[in-house]
């Protein structure tokens, strides 16, 4: 048997069982496209195989295996191992399920939706009718894995049919569902809260044979596809907390929209990690409710391809397409494809086609765009219907005690007292919490001796002797241990790594991850180490004692969305650990900005859920261009608001170092936006002595000490203090105060209030910024300092509104920051 191009042509002189063996990899590779996945009949019309199909016994056999209300997609697979274990499983005939029970499980679901519809007419749930098999084909899937060792399962997914998996597979009770639909206590989520489709739940699967697995549907926002990297990286910390035992023990899943699938580049960032070092998860497992329409957009004006699912064909995963009103074949499949995940702990793709009962929501006509569909739709039996009617069963008697027992809840819902249901988080959330700070947090101590400072520094910059560092590196390493020995001052990469050796060693892992963290972008961190000779890698902060804590540096795929939100989530389930995210450039966060609105910003507020996650964001104005300057500023500090979030600009290497100490030795749970330096990394007016490693903690606003009865006062943050003070010094005028604020949000007010009240004859407030007027801090900043300024005057140096960041030219950069300078230090009129 030959093969050009992925097409089997046939050999001469066959044996018959080499014949049955040919046809049969002809409807392994093609059968898909001739399988009956449409249970409307209106889209994917069979299409002819690309060879041609010999006629007989064996071409029929292999048809009934792969062209029925099951496709599946595998020949791609390079594993021989994986490709014979699916044909082994595809080629038998299909088991009977226990039919009683997935007919039960098709009342509820479809009744569930039936008596919203009844009693709410009208009001959005975005119901599950015409999809309702993916409530057997989820409870299949427990009752597969829990045998398998799954003892937990964290699942994202979209609006579709969500508060249908909340009562039939999650466990709440449908008086709790019906509840958020009377919506009578508007205190409850007064500011804040979510609409009812897309707040999480937790709740437990019980098997028939007495095991259990822990459930928890996360919470989301519209932004469909978002959710997926957070769900992932909160079962990487799951995993990493059961350790070797844990991709075998906890399960993610994800359930999407077709046209999201398609359509959302996160979807595919996603799935790119399935096999990374540093995101590996054991395999997810994704399942696509089908219903041919993204909104109002039929199947061909959202996706280029056959399926909606063949962006996954990249990776070497089966996926498997099943027709939605053949619950046997779906159960089927759900047990084969969860079987797939546990053993052989990589993706898998289940295509579940079916269709949607009403509109977008249910206040939408959908006749407006798919009228014939829906005259189709119209006419067609609940699933529950078919589904008896095919296996011979009048179901009206359970029909009536279901609906009975719902509409029981429903009225129940109508009077009970509504309250806010609070999640209940995982035992290792209880030192920590969200809200203010505490006392106990604002005075937290973050400084170490001396002493410390050069055991920790040795440790963290030492390797075996028959490791080839690189010489430069080896250079590099000398001189930080030289900087703890006082021989020099430190940098920011020394301090940052001064501060992970602190923290690993009493015990609190750091996971850092960026796109290119190891080395770091500016060149300035090298945490791992290469030899030269071998290019084996080695990372001293994960060697550095027997008791010390984890600690893990990945270098990210090129990936803001997925990235971010998989760090956000894995700092969900890991708050003690500090968990960091770098850009390459502070301003590549902006391909986040999804993940950073809806999760980072918002999910305290939301969904009162947590994450410590920071953000090192590389920002500050050195002739680069409009896209290598700003972070974005501004952005954060739109958001900011209920102390929600922390923004904060270290100007030296011991600020630095005590920012990120304080980030996990506080009780509160904040993300963390950290705008560090580039130019400033090595800049002696950044560094810091050993003694500054010993001050108490890190100081939101420093203020100016050096300067008496100045006449002006100028206040900054970040690189443009520290040229103002350069500029000062050469012109030896000490006539002008520089006060940083190191701390943007929460607003330092009372240390800005010291600030100033130590220069009372200051007749001048001047808030310097290299960003232009309308970004930075400049619209943030400028109430506030009028507020605590009293009577005296508040101006600002900035440059003029633009709609980029800065200018493309070096030259024309170097004049601009002259001319703020000039300014800002009273020598321009």
Same mark, same amino acid.
């Given at each position: 048997m030959?093969t050009?191009a992925?097409i089997?042509t046939?050999?001469?002189?066959?044996?018959e069982p080499?014949?049955?063996?040919l046809?049969?990899?002809?409807?392994?590779?093609?059968g898909?496209l001739?399988?009956?996945?449409d249970?409307?009949?209106?889209?994917?019309?069979?299409?002819?195989f690309?060879?041609?199909?010999p006629?007989g016994?064996?071409a029929?056999?292999?048809?009934?295996?792969?062209?029925?209300?099951?496709?599946?997609?595998?020949?791609h697979?390079?594993?021989?191992e994986?490709?014979?274990w699916?044909?082994?499983?595809?080629?038998?005939p299909?088991?009977k399920?226990?039919?009683?029970?997935?007919?039960?499980?098709?009342?509820?679901?479809?009744?569930?939706?039936?008596?919203?519809?009844?009693?709410?007419?009208?009001?959005?749930?975005?119901?599950?009718?015409g999809l309702?098999?993916?409530?057997?084909?989820?409870?299949?899937?427990f009752?597969?894995?829990s045998?398998?060792?799954v003892?937990?399962?964290l699942?994202?997914?979209a609006?579709?049919?969500?508060?249908?998996?909340?009562?039939n597979?999650?466990?709440?009770?449908?008086?709790?569902?019906?509840a958020k639909?009377?919506?009578?206590d508007?205190r409850s989520?007064?500011?804040g809260?979510?609409?009812k489709?897309?707040?999480?739940a937790?709740?437990e699967?019980?098997?028939?044979?007495?095991k259990?697995?822990g459930?928890?549907?996360?919470?989301?926002?519209?932004?469909?596809?978002?959710?997926?990297?957070?769900v992932?990286?909160?079962?990487?910390?799951?995993?990493?907390?059961m350790?070797?035992?844990?991709?075998?023990?906890?399960?993610?899943?994800?359930?999407h929209?077709d046209?999201?699938?398609?359509?959302?580049?996160?979807t595919?960032?996603?799935?790119?990690?399935?096999?990374?070092?540093?995101y590996n998860?054991g395999?997810?497992?994704?399942?696509?409710?089908?219903?041919?329409?993204g909104?109002?957009a039929?199947?061909?004006?959202?996706?280029?391809?056959?399926?909606?699912t063949d962006?996954?064909k990249?990776?070497?995963?089966?996926?498997?397409?099943v027709n939605?009103?053949?619950p046997?074949?779906?159960?089927?499949i759900?047990?084969i494809?969860?079987?797939?995940r546990?053993?052989?702990?990589?993706?898998?793709v289940?295509?579940?086609?079916?269709?949607?009962?009403?509109?977008?929501?249910?206040a939408?006509?959908?006749?407006v765009?798919?009228?014939?569909r829906?005259?189709?739709?119209?006419?067609r039996?609940?699933?529950?219907?078919?589904y008896a009617?095919?296996?011979g069963?009048?179901?009206?008697?359970?029909?009536?005690?279901?609906?009975?027992s719902?509409?029981?809840?429903?009225?129940?819902?109508?009077?009970?007292?509504h309250?806010?249901?609070l999640?209940?988080?995982?035992?290792?959330?209880?030192?920590?919490h969200?809200?203010?700070?505490?006392?106990?947090?604002?005075?937290?101590?973050t400084?170490?001796?001396?002493?410390?400072?050069?055991?920790?520094?040795?440790l963290?910059?030492?390797?075996?002797?028959t490791?080839?560092a690189?010489?430069k590196?080896?250079k590099?390493?000398? =001189?930080r %241990?030289?900087?703890? @020995?006082? #021989?020099?001052?430190f940098d920011? +990469?020394?301090a940052? /790594? $001064?501060?992970?050796?602190?923290?690993l060693?009493?015990?609190?892992?750091?996971?850092?991850?960026?796109?290119?963290s190891?080395?770091?972008?500016?060149n300035?961190?090298h945490?791992?180490?290469v030899?030269?000779?071998?290019?084996?890698?080695y990372?001293?902060?994960d060697?550095?004692?027997?008791?010390?804590?984890?600690f893990?540096?990945?270098?990210?795929?090129?990936?803001?969305?997925?990235?971010?939100?998989?760090?956000?989530?894995?700092?969900?389930?890991?708050?003690?650990?500090?968990v960091?995210?770098e850009?390459q450039?502070?301003d590549?966060?902006?391909?986040?900005?999804?993940?950073?609105d =809806?999760? %980072?910003?918002?999910? @305290?507020a #939301?969904?009162?859920?947590?994450? +410590?996650v920071?953000? /090192? $964001?590389?920002h500050?104005y050195?002739?680069?261009g409009?896209?290598?300057?700003?972070?974005?500023?501004?952005?954060?500090?739109?958001?900011?608001?209920?102390?929600?979030i922390v923004?904060a600009q270290?100007?030296?290497?011991?600020q630095?170092?005590?920012?990120?100490?304080?980030?996990?030795?506080?009780?509160?749970r904040?993300?963390?936006?950290?705008?560090?330096p580039?130019?400033?990394?090595r800049?002696?007016?950044?560094?810091?002595t050993?003694?500054?490693?010993?001050?108490?903690?890190f100081?939101?606003?420093?203020?100016?000490n050096?300067v008496?009865?100045?006449?002006?006062?100028l206040?900054?943050?970040?690189?443009?203090?520290?040229?103002?003070?350069?500029?000062?010094?050469?012109?030896?005028?000490?006539?002008?105060?520089?006060?940083f604020?190191?701390?943007?949000?929460?607003?330092?007010?009372?240390?800005?209030?010291?600030?100033?009240d130590?220069?009372?004859?200051?007749?001048?407030?001047i808030?310097?910024q290299?960003?232009?007027?309308?970004?930075?801090?400049?619209?943030?900043?400028m109430?506030?300092?009028?507020?605590?300024?009293?009577?005296?005057?508040?101006?600002?140096v900035?440059r003029?509104?633009?709609?980029?960041p800065?200018?493309?030219?070096?030259?024309?950069?170097?004049i601009?920051?002259?001319?703020?300078?000039?300014?800002?230090?009273g020598?321009?009129?």
């Amino acid at each position: 048997m030959a093969t050009k191009a992925g097409i089997v042509t046939p050999p001469v002189n066959v044996t018959e069982p080499q014949e049955r063996e040919l046809t049969f990899d002809i409807f392994r590779r093609w059968g898909y496209l001739q399988a009956n996945l449409d249970p409307l009949g209106q889209y994917l019309p069979p299409e002819p195989f690309p060879v041609a199909v010999p006629e007989g016994e064996a071409a029929a056999e292999a048809r009934s295996f792969y062209c029925g209300t099951i496709a599946a997609e595998f020949m791609h697979i390079p594993s021989p191992e994986q490709r014979q274990w699916l044909q082994e499983q595809l080629e038998q005939p299909t088991p009977k399920p226990d039919q009683a029970h997935v007919l039960t499980q098709l009342i509820h679901a479809d009744l569930f939706e039936q008596v919203i519809q009844q009693r709410y007419l009208g009001t959005k749930r975005f119901s599950l009718e015409g999809l309702t098999v993916l409530i057997p084909f989820l409870d299949q899937v427990f009752a597969t894995v829990s045998a398998a060792g799954v003892t937990r399962s964290l699942i994202a997914m979209a609006h579709r049919g969500r508060l249908n998996v909340m009562t039939n597979t999650i466990g709440r009770a449908p008086s709790e569902i019906f509840a958020k639909f009377e919506d009578v206590d508007p205190r409850s989520t007064l500011g804040g809260g979510d609409v009812k489709y897309h707040i999480g739940a937790t709740g437990e699967y019980h098997s028939p044979d007495g095991k259990t697995i822990g459930l928890h549907l996360a919470s989301n926002p519209s932004h469909l596809e978002a959710v997926n990297p957070v769900v992932m990286g909160r079962a990487r910390a799951y995993q990493i907390r059961m350790g070797e035992e844990g991709k075998q023990r906890v399960l993610p899943i994800i359930i999407h929209g077709d046209a999201a699938f398609a359509g959302q580049g996160i979807t595919a960032e996603s799935l790119n990690l399935a096999s990374l070092a540093g995101y590996n998860i054991g395999g997810t497992m994704h399942i696509i409710t089908n219903n041919l329409l993204g909104f109002t957009a039929n199947p061909e004006e959202s996706n280029s391809s056959r399926f909606a699912t063949d962006l996954a064909k990249r990776l070497p995963i089966p996926i498997f397409h099943v027709n939605a009103e053949d619950p046997d074949a779906a159960v089927r499949i759900a047990r084969i494809a969860a079987e797939y995940r546990q053993r052989f702990h990589a993706d898998v793709v289940v295509d579940l086609i079916g269709y949607r009962r009403f509109g977008h929501n249910e206040a939408d006509d959908p006749t407006v765009t798919q009228p014939r569909r829906y005259a189709i739709i119209k006419e067609r039996a609940p699933l529950y219907q078919l589904y008896a009617k095919s296996i011979g069963v009048d179901p009206a008697p359970e029909t009536k005690s279901i609906q009975e027992s719902l509409l029981a809840d429903q009225t129940a819902a109508t009077k009970v007292e509504h309250k806010p249901v609070l999640s209940k988080l995982p035992d290792y959330w209880k030192p920590y919490h969200g809200g203010e700070l505490t006392p106990a947090d604002k005075q937290v101590t973050t400084g170490i001796s001396p002493e410390r400072v050069l055991e920790l520094s040795r440790l963290s910059n030492s390797y075996p002797a028959t490791f080839h560092a690189h010489p430069k590196v080896a250079k590099l390493y000398e =001189q930080r %241990i030289e900087m703890a @020995e006082g #021989k020099r001052p430190f940098d920011y +990469g020394a301090a940052e /790594l $001064l501060a992970y050796a602190s923290l690993l060693a009493d015990g609190t892992p750091v996971r850092l991850v960026g796109q290119d963290s190891q080395r770091g972008t500016f060149n300035q961190r090298h945490s791992v180490l290469v030899d030269t000779e071998t290019e084996v890698r080695y990372a001293p902060l994960d060697h550095m004692t027997d008791t010390q804590a984890r600690f893990e540096v990945h270098n990210s795929l090129l990936s803001e969305a997925a990235a971010l939100g998989f760090e956000y989530g894995y700092a969900r389930d890991f708050p003690e650990a500090l968990v960091l995210w770098e850009a390459q450039f502070g301003d590549f966060v902006n391909g986040a900005q999804t993940i950073i609105d =809806q999760f %980072i910003a918002a999910g @305290e507020a #939301k969904w009162g859920l947590l994450s +410590g996650v920071v953000m /090192l $964001l590389p920002h500050g104005y050195d002739g680069q261009g409009p896209e290598h300057s700003s972070a974005r500023m501004e952005r954060f500090l739109q958001l900011a608001a209920n102390d929600n979030i922390v923004v904060a600009q270290p100007s030296n290497a011991c600020q630095y170092f005590h920012l990120l100490r304080r980030q996990v030795m506080r009780s509160t749970r904040k993300p963390l936006v950290i705008f560090t330096p580039k130019s400033m990394l090595r800049h002696p007016d950044a560094t810091s002595t050993i003694a500054e490693f010993g001050k108490p903690a890190f100081e939101n606003v420093l203020p100016d000490n050096d300067v008496v009865n100045p006449r002006r006062l100028l206040i900054c943050s970040g690189k443009i203090g520290h040229n103002l003070r350069v500029e000062r010094a050469k012109r030896k005028d000490m006539s002008v105060g520089i006060i940083f604020i190191e701390q943007l949000y929460p607003w330092p007010e009372a240390e800005i209030q010291a600030a100033l009240d130590q220069h009372p004859s200051a007749e001048e407030i001047i808030w310097v910024q290299e960003e232009p007027a309308n970004m930075g801090a400049y619209s943030y900043v400028m109430p506030e300092l009028r507020r605590v300024t009293g009577d005296r005057t508040v101006l600002s140096v900035k440059r003029h509104v633009s709609a980029t960041p800065a200018t493309g030219s070096a030259k024309a950069h170097e004049i601009e920051e002259k001319t703020l300078i000039d300014l800002a230090l009273g020598t321009v009129v």
